[in-house]
């Protein structure tokens, strides 16, 4: 406040950087809100006009492309993320997170905020296999989506070279009457 020594405060420490892994030193994996930007926009197309096809359009950095089958594919190099949309099918494919950090922690944060509902995941891996997480939740009055978030070699560039991250798959079923 008032400076009655005429001394400056001390200047807090600064942190000693972290060491960084080889594959930091590349392009580092998205954040959480990169991921939560995909999956609301992928989602809000879906509510808008039930199919994820055209989720990404306009969408910042992406390469959107649609495939002679009708299915689009988007990817980000700089996010490290590759997207494939059908109508009741939406694939996010990111390289160097966990099925936490992506399923977990940014698909939970998207639906608990924007559609007040906070998924129970569960795990349904065994010990030295790789981590797969699972949850239903109520979409909308008439459907259901399941989501899975597996760790894999992901292909995020679609160019056929992988590395190691997850993919989260949303599948959106009708509820029975």
Not at 32 to 53: A, K, L, P, S, Y
Not at 124 to 129: I, K, T
Not at 130 to 137: K, N, R, W
Request: glycine share 10%.
């Amino acid at each position: 406040m008032f400076n009655l020594f005429g001394r400056k405060p001390a200047a807090p420490p600064k942190p000693a950087a972290a060491p960084q892994s080889t594959q930091s030193k590349a392009t580092p994996p998205s954040n959480g809100f990169d991921q939560m930007e995909v999956i609301g926009r992928c989602i809000e197309r879906f509510m808008d006009h039930n199919t994820f096809v055209g989720g990404l359009d306009a969408a910042p950095g992406f390469r959107a492309q649609i495939m002679p089958n009708g299915i689009q594919v988007a990817s980000n190099r700089d996010k490290r993320i590759g997207v494939f949309l059908d109508k009741n099918i939406l694939g996010i494919s990111v390289a160097g997170v966990t099925p936490i950090t992506l399923g977990a922690s940014s698909t939970s944060v998207y639906f608990k905020h924007y559609h007040k509902h906070e998924p129970k995941w569960q795990v349904r891996n065994g010990p030295g296999e790789p981590q797969i997480m699972d949850v239903d939740i109520p979409f909308g009055s008439h459907n259901m989506i399941h989501i899975e978030c597996k760790e894999q070699l992901v292909d995020t560039q679609f160019d056929g070279k992988k590395e190691p991250g997850c993919t989260l798959m949303f599948t959106v079923q009708r509820k029975a009457s």
